[in-house]
Nanobody
Framework: VQLVESGGGLVQPGGSLRLSCAASGFTFGAYAMSWYRQAPGKERDRVATISSGGGSTNYADSVKGRFTISRDNAKNTGYLQMYSLKPEDTAVYYC?????WGQGTQVTVSS
């Protein structure tokens, strides 16, 4: 089982980024997927979850209206589109599925 995140980077406040999570080693389309994030010195918190088929999503209050989780089961890939980024969104972002974690991708929001 492998989950590989990509798409992180440095962005100015108000900017956008799209994270990707490429899955392999299991039937990706049979499982829900979540994005989590962990800022320095803080716990890892759930950001968003999407159902196996993509028809149901939910978000942490802190990102509602700014982030969109999606998936393409044909490509075994999940996404997190992030808009209107704030400095407090700075963290390492992880995808989670099939009881497995990716290695994380750093997102830094700073001017």
């Amino acid at each position: 089982v492998q989950l590989v995140e990509s798409g992180g980077g440095l962005v100015q406040p108000g900017g956008s980024l799209r994270l990707s999570c490429a899955a392999s080693g299991f039937t990706f389309g049979a499982y829900a997927m979540s994005w989590y994030r962990q800022a320095p010195g803080k716990e890892r918190d759930r950001v968003a979850t999407i159902s196996s088929g993509g028809g149901s999503t939910n978000y942490a209050d802190s990102v509602k209206g700014r982030f969109t989780i999606s998936r393409d089961n044909a490509k075994n890939t999940g996404y997190l589109q992030m808009y209107s980024l704030k400095p407090e969104d700075t963290a390492v972002y992880y995808c989670f599925a099939f009881d497995s974690w990716g290695q994380g991708t750093q997102v830094t929001v700073s001017s």
